[in-house]
């Protein structure tokens, strides 16, 4: 009898915790995290900051915060606040995930003997990067109202030490004794390409030029042969040139810089004849576009199933395999590129290693315990990053108990102050991409995409996170990459829950390796975080140190509840 309850408990708790996982996992809930105003002074300095208005006068006239849109605005400094914990349950954090604040400052510092030293080093580092990113074309300028004169506001581009025409320049007013205009560069200098009789040019080969005539029109003539030749040089850069007259002033960016390389793969796909209409992505040779990149340790069992797998459905696509074990054992077969690292360098090292060998057009990130079926269609991803603009796309990844995980997050940065910036990783998406009903927009995905290979190339892999690490690639990648989640194309999870006793010799030495988190391999995570993302606080609802997947999750839980 009590055996028959225990066990019932122990079934209830187990599919208990199956429905709090997939209410804390389920996709599109994207539960948002309060950025609570702390007074209304410091919004209202906030907001004088804002609305410097170039007509003056009017600095007298009473105005009204809208509070709720008002601490929306990026504030500058971060001061957010983790939800409160309320009450504690054995899976309250399951059921109810909580908003987890990671602060760096405290984390990373408080383990080092010369704080001072790593913020101040941290402080230089910051302001190197942010004079290497500062571009001209960034600074914003307010066109002034009624201005006479008439010039772009945007879209003209020189290229580095090169001459343009520029274009759109113009002069109206009320006709008077002589009209003038002036024009004032700061990295190179104006010309003329053509002569205007009646017009009088001062200035020309220098940074400031100066044109005048008593008729209005032949002015305008003498200005649609205006020169800029960029002198300095930069790679890439802005020149804010200033076009004015008498007692008005305008100003407008001109971008300076090399041309773009385009990186393109010869792929050597053909559409075929027009019946591959009808058969949609089917025409796809995956073998010639998708590379699969893998890195392995401790698990050649599951790295041959998962090749075997990959062999049923993609005869001739490569595989790459980065291998870390102490004694590696061969890997061999068609189509297969086995590399061999020191042992135990890591993680991300291997993938860095893997996808750098990788010479199509995409690569496949796959885990080495994961295996193909039926549904892992790579021709869809290929499909869909074909067809759209999206760099990378991730698909789903099913658990043994049925559970399909998609792991979609939204991450952005709120700019903060002398300590650093607010980090905000959150469950959820952007939006459903249009013609793809399963598939979203997002920041981060799951450890199983398809990207282009030179977008993740650019983006790399930390070597230096060994033991765990996924979000950190995603937080590296924001903004440069854009990224997809499609929840129809499936790949296996292999592991299946194995209680402690019944585990084989070399799944307790990996999962020693991999979930033993040393606290040197912790430092390197805080320390990323603090000092290379220059977060000081992170929000999220994982615990990011941790580097948990919902079935290490379980995994985890069911060792607690010991069943009987
Ligand atoms: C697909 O690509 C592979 C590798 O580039 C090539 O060997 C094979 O002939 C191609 N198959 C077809 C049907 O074009």
């Known amino acids: 009898m009590r055996a028959k309850y225990k066990k019932w408990l122990g079934v209830s708790l187990v599919s208990g915790l199956l429905v709090a996982l997939l209410y804390a996992w389920s996709p599109g809930t994207s539960s948002g995290v309060e950025i609570r105003p702390r007074q209304e002074s410091l919004i209202k300095e906030l907001l004088k900051g804002k609305i410097q208005d170039p007509i003056s006068g009017n600095h007298d006239i009473v105005y009204h915060i809208k509070e709720d ?5 990026a504030q500058n400094t971060c001061v957010c606040l983790p939800d409160e914990e309320t009450f504690q349950l054995p899976f309250s954090n399951l059921l109810f995930p909580r908003v987890w604040a990671h602060n760096f400052e405290l984390a990373f510092l408080e383990s080092h003997p010369d704080s001072k030293d790593i913020k101040h080093h941290r402080a230089e580092e910051y302001s190197n990067f942010q004079k290497r990113t500062y571009n001209p074309a960034d600074v ?23 001459t343009i025409i520029i274009p759109g320049l113009g002069l109206k007013e009320e006709t008077r004794s002589n009209h003038m205009v002036y024009l004032t560069a700061s990295l190179g200098t104006f010309d003329v390409a053509a002569t205007v009789d009646g017009v009088s040019v001062k200035g020309e080969g220098e940074k400031h030029m100066i044109l005048s005539s008593p008729v209005l029109s032949t002015l305008n003539r003498q200005l649609q042969f205006v020169t800029y030749t960029n002198t300095v040089f930069h790679p890439k850069t802005a020149d804010i040139v200033q076009f004015a007259s008498d007692g008005h002033k305008s100003f407008f960016v001109i971008k300076v810089g090399h041309g773009t390389i385009p990186k393109l793969y010869n792929t050597g796909y053909q559409r075929g004849s027009c019946l591959c209409v009808f058969l949609f992505y089917l025409e796809y040779n995956i073998s010639a576009l998708v590379t699969i990149a893998t890195k392995t340790f401790l698990r050649y069992d599951k790295l041959k199933d998962l090749i075997d797998s990959i062999r049923q459905y993609y005869p001739t696509v490569t595989i790459v395999i980065a291998d870390d074990n102490e004694h590696p054992q061969p890997v061999t077969g068609p189509h297969i590129e086995h590399y061999i690292m020191p042992f135990g360098k890591g993680w991300f090292a291997g ?17 080495d315990d994961f295996f193909f079926t039926a549904n892992t269609k790579l021709e869809r991803m290929v499909d869909i990053l074909e067809k759209t603009t999206l760099d990378l796309v991730g698909g789903a990844v099913r658990e043994v108990t049925g559970y399909t995980a998609t792991y979609r997050h939204t991450i952005s940065v709120e700019e903060g102050g002398e300590e650093g910036d607010c980090l905000h990783i959150r469950n959820g998406y952007y939006h459903v991409i249009e013609g793809y009903p399963n598939c979203v927009v997002a920041d981060a995905v799951i450890n199983f995409f398809m990207g282009r290979t030179d977008k993740v190339q650019e983006v790399g892999f930390n070597p230096r996170l060994a033991r765990h690490g996924h979000l950190e690639f995603f937080i590296d990648a924001l903004g440069s990459i854009h990224i997809g989640s499609c929840s129809d194309i499936i790949v296996n999870h292999a592991s299946k829950i194995k209680l402690p006793w019944s585990k084989t010799d070399s799944q307790k030495a990996y999962e020693k390796f991999r979930y033993s988190s040393s606290s040197a391999d912790n430092y390197i995570h805080k320390e990323v975080f603090y000092f290379k993302n220059r977060a000081f606080l992170a929000f999220s609802r994982l615990r990011i140190l941790s580097g948990v997947r919902p079935s290490n999750l379980l995994i985890s839980s069911l060792k607690k509840l010991r069943l009987p």
């Open 69 to 73: 849109l008002a601490c929306r605005l």
């Open 140 to 162: 914003p300028i307010v066109a002034e109202a009624n201005s006479p004169l008439q010039y772009p506001t945007q879209g003209v581009e020189v290229r580095p030490l090169k």
């Open 351 to 367: 993938r860095n290693l893997a996808v750098s060998q990788v010479t199509t057009k995409y690569v496949l990130w796959v885990d």
